[in-house]
């Protein structure tokens, strides 16, 4: 998708499609100007009652033969005067359906100038972007015959002013990187597992390194996590055939002596749930378990398009959970390369068995901030639903910051509190610790307590996407969810949000 900002009067554009908004019964100020043009055409669209009232409607106008703008799209915006970046967020996906239903090539946006709550003209433009550039994406990988690409080529926005209007453009870019990591987090999560192992996830990492200098990978194998001690994130893998792999994708855009932030993801590419076998209704869900691998190689992607100078470690933990006759048993007990033992008693908490071992090793780039990704419990799901991932820390500052970013890119996260007086539910009989809470109460919470043992040595967040990574029933399919709450955090950092 190509983008360009354009300071033609609305008049004089050409386009396959011009979008323009409507305020409940109120045509906008560039609608007027279109409508004048095309002799009342849109207004009386409007009276007609063909456009919805419900904020996101759309209704396609076909105009006479020769117009400069071949189509119009009306968008109704409702009655309020300033959105939310989320209902935002949301009309800009309908418009991009609409779009795309309509089979035009170009599209000329006149929205730009809706007043989304506090953000930017770059922070809108990023959004847009993202959503456009989003919307061609399309999962045909194991089909017989490839899905025709989207036939929607070109958004030009609309912006008068000159100042306004360079920031549009960073914005714009900013967005198309954002998408470009999407699209792989998307790919990587949709794909099965027979396709998608840890070798594979491990592939796709070495691959990246193309797309810049700045980028170096090394993957561990079996031996080598041995070596280190890795017993808790080898238990996990020990009933597969699959090989476990520990990726380390390392982008270094600043001096090596400015700390790294460093990204960890779960990248269980199948969970039966081993030994402790899940149902079997729905447990083709658990291609997804690798969501949050999926999420760290998406943001190490945008990332090196964005080119921030900073520095960024991105870490996957990939397994495959499967019973087998070597498969760790409940009961058994594990040492984890940090020393602390842990008593396995469900093998289908497995998440935090690979990321325990990957949280230590984090300790070795000396990291400004851990983030940890994880599709890690059905309890966060109960406690949040859909629409936000659970955030657990021990910064208050890197809590704020995630939340802020979250909120400002319309991926938000909520925090849960990991008290010490959840702890004691870690107790175990027989090792330091169980790796299941004892009861099923606040089961995120404990999956985060467990983790916050293995993060003593610095500032860490951990979210739970186990809500947020895929859309379940008729549309299922990777959502790419934080790509975007972690894009934008990475650009606060660089000072370019
Ligand atoms: N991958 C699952 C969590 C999950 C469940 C994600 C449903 C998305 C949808 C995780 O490995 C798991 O099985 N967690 C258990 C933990 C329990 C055994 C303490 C769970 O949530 O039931
Ligand atoms: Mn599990
Ligand atoms: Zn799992």
Redesign the pocket.
Known sequence: MQFSVSRSPVAEEKTACAIVAVHATRLSEEAQILDKLYNGHLSQALKSGDLASKRGATLSLFMPKASRHKRVLLVQIGKGKSLSIVAFKSLMQSVAKAVHTSNASSALNLLLSLDVDDSSPRAIARLQSTIFSDSVYKYSETFSKQKPPSVLKRITLNCPDTATSRQVQIGCAQGKAIASGMAITKNLGDLPANICTPSHLAEVAKKLKTSSKRLSVQVLGEPAMEKLGMGSLLSVSAGSAEEAKLIAVQYKGAAASKKPIVLIGKG?TF?T?GI?L?AGAGMD??K??MCGAATVLGVMQTLAELDLPINVVGIVAAAENMPGSKATKPGDVVTSMSGQTIEIL?T????RLVLCDALTYAARFKPDVVIDMA?????C?VALGFEACGLMSNSDKLSEDLLASGQASADRAWRLPIWDEYQPSLDSNFADMAN??NGRWA?AIT?GCFLQRFAKDYQWAHLDI?GVAWNMGKNKGATARPVALLSEYLLRRAKQA
Not at 348 to 351: H, K, N, Q, T, V
Not at 375 to 379: F, I, R
């Open positions: 269980i969970d749930g402790s899940k869900e658990m997804f378990d469900n289908d908490a497995e998440g599709t890690l419990t059905g309890a799901i299941i809470g089961g999956a186990a």
